[in-house]
């Protein structure tokens, strides 16, 4: 094994073929299905999106107002889940919740294929909001809030989380969000799904698998790690003092840096005039100075750029979210691309096992136990 070639991390390592998306380390730039996803944010709903990552194209008048009806009739939660929400420690993260919840969703489903099909995909899109915002009512002690048909995706999840919907221009911001993060490649959590569905396990087995890995601060759990430290920092003037200090102490700067782009994330320009207009109606001018310190100050020190984390966490901030909302409100929006991806993986299937290389003792003979066997006898 000594010339085995080691591929750490499975950097750079082409585990497949995808029609779902592309994320080009060239030219930094990603597409769902073929569109921009920069296009796609700035004018599609998400509930467009979903459907063009599932099926392949954006959907028509009929089709979108087919999907829009299940969606919105999917949304509210039985009281056995409701309960469940309840009986979880408050202490939990709503990562842990959702997680949890979703175990509970697939332990309760009927169907004999256990959820490898597209009506299961649109029921979880439809139904992770409903559980983001009881936990989230849950954690202020109030009640839940039933799911409004009358409103979109992204309106009905302010509604359900605040009891009232922000102005359109938040709503776009927030929409524009989960157009951002619904589908990324073989990222860490996807393929984490892959792996699952490779072993013909079932989808709510897959998707709780890529909760599991989303949660990593190192992968989404970095949206909420960036408003953390931009808190732990305070102000601008302190920003570069305390980045040299964490870079010395060896530690990541949360938010920079991307396993696939080297000059920038394609997504992240889109987010940050979002997170500027958040910030100009919201009057924190301190937060983008403090924002914009510590971006210069990695490009400066490390030549490090964002990623989409970066500007998604203070913009979820800035919209009235709690910090620990953050990643599961990625979840509501990667729902779409993991779906889609356990229904590709599905299709064409092979077990996904890499092979290790041995790096520890030789080979040995395992030592008789002779007198140890005596020893207790003669005891
Ligand atoms: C939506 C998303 O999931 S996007 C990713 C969100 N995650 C984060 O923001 C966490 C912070 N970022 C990181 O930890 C990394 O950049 C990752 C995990 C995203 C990518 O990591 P990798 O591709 O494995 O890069 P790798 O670990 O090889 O880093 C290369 C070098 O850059 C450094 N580096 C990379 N990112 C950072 C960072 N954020 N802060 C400080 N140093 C960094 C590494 O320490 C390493 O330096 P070294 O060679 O001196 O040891
Ligand atoms: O692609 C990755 O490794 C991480 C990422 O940006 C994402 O999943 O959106």
């Not at 107002?65 to 993260?93: K, N």
């Not at 169907?111 to 989230?136: H, K, W």
């Not at 200090?245 to 994330?265: E, P, Q, S, T, W």
């Not at 990643?327 to 299709?347: C, D, K, N, Y």
């Amino acid at each position: 094994m000594a010339d085995t070639a080691i591929h750490k991390g499975l950097a750079g390592v082409v585990a497949d073929t995808t029609a779902i998306s592309t994320v080009d380390a060239a030219t930094d730039s990603l597409t769902y299905r073929g569109y921009p996803v920069q296009d796609l944010a700035e004018t599609r709903t998400f509930e467009e999106v979903a459907h063009l990552i599932w099926t392949g194209d954006l959907p028509d008048r009929e089709q979108l107002t087919a999907f829009t009806a299940r969606e919105r009739a999917g949304r509210a939660l039985d009281r056995s889940t409701l309960d469940l929400l309840r009986r979880v420690p408050e202490s939990a993260h709503p990562m842990d919740v959702l997680r949890t919840a979703i175990s509970y969703l697939g332990a309760d489903d009927p169907a004999e294929d256990r959820g490898a099909d597209l009506a299961t995909a649109e029921r979880l899109m439809a139904r992770l909001p409903s559980v983001v915002a009881a936990d989230r009512r849950r954690r202020h002690g109030l009640d839940p809030i039933p799911p409004d048909p009358s409103l979109g995706f992204a309106e009905n999840f302010f509604h359900m989380c605040f009891g009232e919907v922000p102005g359109p221009g938040v709503v776009r911001c927030f929409e524009a969000s989960l157009v951002l993060y619904a589908e990324h490649g073989f990222n860490a959590s996807t393929f984490a799904a892959r792996v699952v569905t490779s072993t013909r396990s079932d989808a709510y087995s897959a998707v709780t698998a890529a909760i599991g890995a989303l949660k990593g601060p190192l992968h989404g759990g970095a949206n909420e790690a960036v408003m953390h430290m931009l808190n732990e920092i305070g102000t601008a003037d302190r920003a570069e003092e305390w980045v040299d200090r964490a870079l010395a102490g060896k530690r990541r700067i949360m938010g920079f840096g991307h396993r696939v782009y080297r000059n920038g994330d394609s997504r992240v320009p889109t987010m940050h005039r979002a997170l500027v207009r958040m910030a100009e109606a919201r009057g924190a001018g301190d937060l983008m100075e403090l924002y914009a310190a510590v971006e210069r100050a990695m490009a400066d020190r490390k030549g490090l750029h964002p990623n989409l984390d970066y500007p998604a966490g203070p913009a979820y901030h800035l919209m009235g979210f709690d910090v620990p909302m953050f990643t599961p409100i990625f979840v509501m929006s990667r729902i779409t691309g993991w779906t889609a991806h356990i229904l590709e993986q599905q299709a064409a299937n092979a077990l996904i096992r890499p092979l290790s290389a041995y790096s520890g003792p030789p080979h040995r003979a395992v030592p008789a136990q002779r007198s140890q066997v005596s020893a207790v006898a003669n005891r």
